[in-house]
């Protein structure tokens, strides 16, 4: 394994990870979209990378910023679905959101449309540096492999 690759530290709300700098706001954002760094990149160009940017954002504009995600009429939709959410539920504040309890977050986390059990469980750990495992296609090969999950076994 490389010495450091999945090193991150958590500074004032924002996260250091392979020596680029992201907020933990970017961190869901890339999240919901299976954002690329130029996707991101765009969306600060854009000035889209608050909550409120996005909520007030039309959908063409964002459509257009992650226009190299693929998939970008979709992912807009989703970015916008998330952030009324936020504003709605913790006042656009991912602080309060993180500080609510794990399990009752995941299952609203999971109410709001397009965000799966995958997608919830990364928000939860890599933005909100709460303590779940995320299960993807290959964690769930290598445990059916070693015969700990048994084969179609659903997730979570």
């Known amino acids: ?6 090193e ?7 996260i250091i990870f392979l020596g680029a700098f992201y907020t933990v706001l970017t961190i869901v954002f890339a999240t919901l979209i299976i954002g690329t760094t130029r996707a991101i990149r765009a ?8 909550v409120r940017s996005i909520d007030r954002a ?3 504009t964002l459509a257009r910023a992650i226009r190299s995600s693929g998939y970008y009429n979709i992912k807009a939709t989703r970015l916008k679905q998330f952030t009324r959410f936020l504003l709605a539920h913790y006042g656009g504040s991912l602080q309060r959101m993180f500080r609510a309890d794990l399990w009752s977050l995941r299952k609203e986390l999971l109410s709001v449309s397009g965000v799966g059990e995958e997608t919830a469980d990364s928000i939860l750990l890599y933005a909100g540096g709460r303590p779940i495992f ?3 296609a ?7 492999r070693h015969r700990l999950i048994s084969e179609g076994s659903r997730y979570g």
Do not use: K
């Open 134 to 136: 995320v299960v993807d």
């Open 138 to 144: 290959y964690t769930r090969r290598v445990l059916e």
């Open 43 to 50: 969306m600060r160009a854009e000035r889209l990378l608050s």
């Open 1 to 6: 394994m490389l010495p450091g690759i999945y």
């Open 58 to 60: 039309p959908p063409r």
């Open 8 to 14: 991150f530290t958590w500074d004032a709300g924002h």
